[in-house]
């Protein structure tokens, strides 16, 4: 009889410490990882399709995200230059883009004048003979999307895209040629005045010594 209420104490006992060992060294899971978002759907199907599809025919070497909706991407306004595999390039504005879906349609619309007679052509984004497409010139303010389409003999319709390239890149150089020629005048004129100052504080300080020598000599003259 004791040796049995010995036993179930010293069960009781080690049913204790193994409570307390639980307690005071708590079991830690490991953390969950957390993944990446899913990108989203474009046109209500899965992305990585469109992206797969679109690299399997990219001849321009550039992102798919060239003409993507994004700050980045190119829009109506810009003027872009686009060069072909025999050496010839064209340079417009553009005023349309057509983005197909899960298809090589994309293309790009362009506009220029040439001797004051507008001219329009249409870039298929994905045509083999196009070795390259770069913005050379992008506006600071968009002008609404109806004003960049509806431009054929509107007031601000282009001009020699070519030659309005030139100007705006040449712009910064003129500028400071500019600043740089008022400075040098500011600087001459500066010179100018300093000397004009020199020469009038001269003939003021000879013109104060002629008359204290005089002064000086009338008053020895009154002394005599």
Known sequence: ??????????IRSASITVQQCRTFFPLRSPKQPVFEP???????????????FVNNFEVLGKPFSFLEHTKTGLRAGDI????????????????????????LGTNILIRTKLQSIGSELRIPLYNPKI??????????????RNQ???????R??????EEFVKREISRPARMAIKMAKREAEQ???A????????????REKSALEHALSAAKEKEQKSKK
Request: charge should be positive; charged fraction near 35%; hydrophobic fraction near 35%.
């Open 1 to 10: 009889m004791f040796g049995l209420s010995a036993n179930r104490a010293v």
């Open 38 to 52: 899913l990108p989203k759907k474009r046109n209500g199907e899965p992305i990585m399709e469109y992206v797969v």
């Open 80 to 103: 872009i230059k686009v060069t072909y595999t025999d050496r010839t390039d064209v340079t417009g504005k553009v005023i349309g883009i057509k983005r197909g879906h899960n298809n």
């Open 131 to 144: 070795r390259n497409i770069e913005r050379v010139w992008k506006p600071e303010e968009y002008r609404p």
């Open 148 to 154: 960049q389409y509806y431009i054929r003999g509107a």
């Open 156 to 161: 601000f319709d282009v001009d020699d895209v």
């Open 187 to 189: 600087k001459a004129e």
């Open 191 to 202: 010179v100018k005045a300093a000397k004009r100052e020199a020469k009038r504080l001269k």
